[in-house]
């Protein structure tokens, strides 16, 4: 069965995006950092494995897994010469019959769950996944970023900040027609999810914080990406960024 990204050539999409694409590196450096051992790793969703040269470097044994397989195909050219990386063509939900239970070390999982409606079973069949005391990094778009919330109370809904409800962005249009799921979440929803789930948040991120068109044509990208890494730890207490960055450790 072909997947949604099958249809779609999503390393284009990438190829206008430098900021968000080096904002997202930046987050994920920093958050590998405080994860001291990491033999075994798993991305989730790794697509053509944008962020896999990120991590690369920490894993004895790098597992990337994504429902495309073209984009995975992609993968294995342009990492043709690391023997150390398994190809999982999978949907997250289906890794549970795949890879053994509490063998993995760290699982990172960027641009996902907005595709999810349910994102807490994914979480679920992550912990199992996960060894004890292994790692969780989860990124998803955010709800309440600062742009979001400015927009709904200049229209009087003062009440939208203590909306933890998810958002589909969808048009009806596009729900009528099967379009894949974008949803928004609330960060105080998925940090619950998490907790239920028995991870421990650890750190936290607001990325691409400057995530305006006209902010990105004009200021030069190194500067962009200097402001970026000094706002994504303060920002992230106030879940600004559009994107949030969220380590977690497994309980137990």
Not at 3 to 10: L, V
Not at 99 to 128: G, T, W
Not at 168 to 186: C, E, G, L, T
Not at 225 to 245: A, D, R, T, V
Request: one cysteine or more; a positive charge.
């Amino acid at each position: 069965m072909s997947a949604h990204y099958d249809n779609y050539d999503y390393p284009s999409y990438w190829e206008t995006r430098e900021y968000e694409h080096q904002s997202e590196v930046l987050a994920l450096k920093d958050l590998l950092l405080k994860i001291k051992k990491a033999d075994s790793i798993l991305e989730v969703g790794a697509g053509y494995g944008r962020l896999t040269s990120t991590y690369l470097h920490r894993g004895k044994k790098i597992i990337l897994s994504d429902p495309s397989s073209k984009l995975l195909s992609i993968a294995r050219k342009t990492f043709r010469k690391e023997k150390k990386i398994k190809y999982i063509q999978s949907i997250a939900e289906n890794l549970k019959g795949k890879l053994k239970n509490k063998s993995i070390d760290l699982v990172v999982m960027v641009r996902v769950i907005h595709h999810l409606e349910e994102p807490e079973k994914s979480f679920k069949i992550i912990n199992n996944l996960i060894k004890p005391g292994g790692y969780f990094i989860l990124e998803f778009a955010n709800k309440s970023h600062g742009k979001a919330v400015f927009k709904e109370l200049c229209k009087g809904n003062l009440t939208f900040p203590l909306d933890i409800f998810p958002k589909d962005i969808r048009s009806s249009k596009q729900v009528r027609k099967n379009i894949i799921p974008f949803i928004n979440y609330h960060p105080d929803s998925v940090i619950k999810m998490l907790q239920d789930n028995k991870f421990k948040i650890i750190d936290k991120r607001s990325v691409s914080n400057i995530r305006s068109t006209k902010i990105k044509k004009s200021i030069p990208l190194n500067n962009l990406i200097k402001i970026e890494k000094f706002l994504q730890k303060p920002l992230s207490y106030l879940n600004f960024g559009p994107s949030i960055f969220i380590l977690a450790r497994k309980v137990g």
